[in-house]
């Protein structure tokens, strides 16, 4: 499946899904990362990995639905598939989301359901959880409410900062997104013809 994978900086999971569409039999193949900002440390990453790397600063638009449709404009011209959230710092609005609904997913830093947003590292401490990990979902209109396609766990240690744990969480998702992104796309091919 052509896979756009959109970022908003230096885009450590997108490395792993350029480093995982790279390998023969993968499904999908990395033909676009896109990003907000034209600052986004990945951009480079993507074009010394040959994708073509494009920024759309979204600071250019008026509102966020007419910078939703210059993504989407340049998404349709490339034949994208799928797409992949990878630290994109952007709330999308229900009219991408919809366009792309069955065909966007996401990476989260927490054991989704539990909390969704931000600050998932210190709220699990604070909770007194003793686990925490990622969770890859497909995008709906509630932010991190998709169904989730996996997870991965990593404990809670005793004298762990919300650095600390997003540090352990981080290895995990690098391991996690690649697999979920081929889990998406099968799911996708399985799915009856409309």
Known sequence: M???ILISGRGTNMERLLEAASEPGYPAEARLVLSNKTSAAGLDTARRADVEALAIPHRDFEDR???ERAMDRALQE???EIIALAGFMRVLTPWFVGRWSGRLINIHPSLLPKYPGLDTHARAIAAGDEEAGCSVHWVTEGVDEGDVIAQARVPVLKDDTAE????RVLIE???LYPDALAEACRQITRRPAS
Request: charged share 40%.
């Open 173 to 175: 998702e690098h391991k």
């Open 164 to 167: 600390s744990l997003a540090e």
């Open 65 to 67: 639905e007419s910078f």
């Open 2 to 4: 052509r896979l756009a």
């Open 78 to 80: 490339r034949g994208i």
